[in-house]
């Protein structure tokens, strides 16, 4: 349910008064890497916030050795 808020927020703010009200740093960067996001929604704010792309990069990483020990 956490993710689906953060995915909408993320989708269809259309002030900084409602990002702000609605997402929380720290609980953005835990969530990122399940956030389901439009590839150019998910690089914009990789672009401004270089812990969500260090948080999604641990993830694909993680996720990858994951695959292989299968």
């Given at each position: 349910?956490?993710?689906?808020?953060?995915?909408?927020?993320?989708r269809?703010?259309?002030?900084?008064?409602?990002?702000?009200?609605?997402?929380?740093?720290?609980?953005?960067?835990?969530?990122w890497?399940?956030?389901?996001?439009?590839?150019?929604?998910?690089?914009?704010?990789?672009?401004?916030?270089?812990?969500?792309?260090?948080?999604?990069a641990?993830?694909?990483?993680?996720?990858?050795?994951?695959?292989?020990a299968?």
């Open positions: 349910m956490l993710a689906w808020m953060y995915e909408n927020v993320l269809e703010a259309i002030r900084v008064e409602e990002l702000r009200t609605y997402l929380h740093g720290p609980t953005l960067t835990r969530v890497p399940e956030l389901n996001l439009p590839r150019g929604v998910r690089a914009a704010w990789e672009a401004r916030h270089p812990r969500l792309r260090a948080a999604g641990r993830s694909a990483t993680g996720r990858l050795v994951g695959a292989a299968f």
